[in-house]
Nanobody, 129 residues
Framework: QVHVVVSGGGLVQAGGSLRLSCAAS????????MGWFRQAPGKEREFVAA????????NYADPVKGRFTLSRDVAKNTVYLQMNSLKPEDTAIYYC??????????????????????WGQGTQVSVSS
């Protein structure tokens, strides 16, 4: 069974940076897109960013545009979320998800949680003021 494995996260001061990684547990597993979501205490889970694997195109939520960047390592089947200029309001549990069933999924569709087939465990990101 394929698992989505998340690493990274931690505690950082405002203005600092962190990098999250998301990989399929099987190197040969093919997925078509990977997305990041987050859930802050007392709030619903929200979309952060996503990337289509075929084109490398990325989509970002407005609150993180210009601060967060997605990249990928094709050989490692891994997507990275580089988070710079972190703010206290970025504090949340961050989740990674993968789509493996829709090869031509539109980038705009990746904001929806139900487009994804596999979810990784969450990782805590805490930003102190």
């Amino acid at each position: 069974q394929v698992h989505v494995v998340v690493s990274g996260g931690g505690l950082v001061q405002a203005g600092g940076s962190l990098r999250l990684s998301c990989a399929a547990s099987e190197r040969t597993f093919s997925f078509y897109a990977m997305g990041w979501f987050r859930q802050a205490p007392g709030k619903e889970r929200e979309f952060v960013a996503a990337m289509t694997w075929r084109t490398g195109s990325a989509n970002y939520a407005d609150p993180v545009k210009g601060r967060f960047t997605l990249s990928r390592d094709v050989a490692k089947n891994t997507v990275y979320l580089q988070m710079n200029s972190l703010k206290p309001e970025d504090t949340a549990i961050y989740y990674c998800a993968a789509d493996s069933s829709k090869w031509n999924i539109p980038l705009a569709a990746l904001v929806r949680e139900n487009e994804y087939d596999y979810w990784g465990q969450g990782t805590q990101v805490s930003v102190s003021s």
